[in-house]
């Protein structure tokens, strides 16, 4: 975005990092995000930093990271801190993997329960329901 991004208003930054505006005051009152200085009888003004940031919080909850987790890898990301961010990736590795397993055994049981549903058409007592009442 050349030497334009780092003048832009909170609406350009938003459209700039993919987000809506609200996204943008959430992440500041969640402090994630600072909050630019307002000049008097102005308007703040974001840069490509804050658009990159924006950028890594978004990444960053696409691999299942919560905001406080991202909070902790923001305090990691001057470059220094590669070993403690592995470690705290390979910490959610494992929840991510538990949750992988626990999708596995739902999906299992609701393919099978789906499947009696579609054997049992035309009965009175559905098996999904009968299945869900006694669990």
């Known amino acids: 975005m050349g030497s334009h991004s780092e003048q832009v208003t909170i609406g350009a930054f938003a459209k700039a990092a993919g987000v809506n505006l ?4 959430f992440y500041q009152r969640k402090g994630l995000l600072p909050e630019p200085d307002k000049p008097y009888g102005s308007i703040r003004r974001y840069g490509g930093v804050d658009i990159a940031r924006v950028k890594f919080i978004k990444s960053a909850q696409r691999l299942g990271f919560s905001l406080d987790e991202i909070a ?14 592995a470690e705290f990736a390979a910490r959610h590795l494992v929840d991510v993997r538990a949750r992988l397993k626990d999708l596995k055994r739902m999906e299992t049981v ?3 329960l789906v ?21």
Do not use: V
């Open 22 to 25: 609200e996204t943008i005051r």
């Open 72 to 85: 902790q890898l923001l305090t990691l990301e001057d470059g220094t801190h590669c070993s403690e961010a």
């Open 110 to 112: 609701l393919s099978r």
């Open 115 to 135: 499947a009696q549903c579609d054997s049992h058409r035309g009965t009175i007592a559905c098996p999904l329901i009968a299945s869900l009442h006694s669990g």
